[in-house]
């Protein structure tokens, strides 16, 4: 029953590093979606995915890149990390794609 | 993009009072909303949805109102506890893609 999972849960990157944030589900989801959150803006979408090996585009795309190669698996990249990318991210995946999302507890990352 | 606004960023309410939470959509073509609450330090967490051909729908000590004239959202919590103490988003579907979320109401739960 494990849902949603994310790791890392905390990360400090320097600027110009990259990483990799990965998000698995057991729930058998099609649909898998990377929110980030900033204070007093709410979740904004970064990228999302209909299917495997499928990706589009969200609100916020610049600066990311995402991978979904199994159907369990998402991976959010950061090639360069900036303190502009500073902030919450949370996984989340749905069955089909106007339905409730379960999301994973997130990851803080801090760009330094 | 369409989004999503909450009226109100922060709310105090007494133990046991009712608490309402309000949220303005934008897109008259959303055909569906949810609530979600976020505890400190964890994930959204699904609370209850409607759909627009619906006005009102009930849950446990929960109820979600709907009013597409004027594209608003509220959500009722009855005899509210101090367990739900947490920000509340709603959010609205966005053309079927995916969902735009508003940016929370915080709500602190006074004894």
């Known amino acids: 029953n494990a849902g949603v999972t994310q790791t890392p849960k905390f990360r400090v990157l320097k600027t110009g590093q990259s990483m990799t944030l990965l998000c698995a589900q057991d729930m058998n989801h099609e649909y898998m979606y990377w929110y980030r959150q900033d204070p007093g803006m709410g979740l904004r979408l970064i990228h999302y995915?209909?299917?495997?090996?499928?990706?589009a585009k969200g609100e916020v795309p610049d600066g990311y890149n995402v991978s979904r190669l199994k159907k369990q698996n998402f991976l959010l990249g950061l090639e360069s990390a900036a303190p502009s990318q500073t902030s919450v991210y949370f996984c989340a995946s749905s069955l089909r794609t106007v339905y409730g999302y379960t999301f994973g507890s997130g990851t803080r990352l801090t760009v330094v | 993009g369409e989004s999503v606004g909450l009226h109100l960023p922060t709310l105090s309410v007494q133990e046991g009072d009712n608490s309402i939470i309000n949220c303005a959509y934008s897109?008259?073509?959303?055909?569906?909303f949810i609530w979600y609450k976020q505890e400190s330090g964890k994930g959204p967490q699904f609370i209850i949805d409607?759909?627009?051909?619906?006005d009102k729908r009930q849950g446990q000590r929960v109820t979600v109102l709907l009013n597409k004239t004027v594209k608003h959202l509220s959500l009722q919590i009855a005899a509210t506890q101090p367990g739900d103490s947490a920000v509340y988003f709603c959010a609205e579907d966005n053309y079927g893609q995916n969902f735009v979320f508003g940016p929370g109401t915080r709500l602190s739960v006074l004894p």
């Open positions: 995915s209909v299917g495997e090996g499928t990706t």
């Open positions: 897109n008259s073509a959303s055909d569906y």
């Open positions: 409607i759909r627009s051909n619906m």
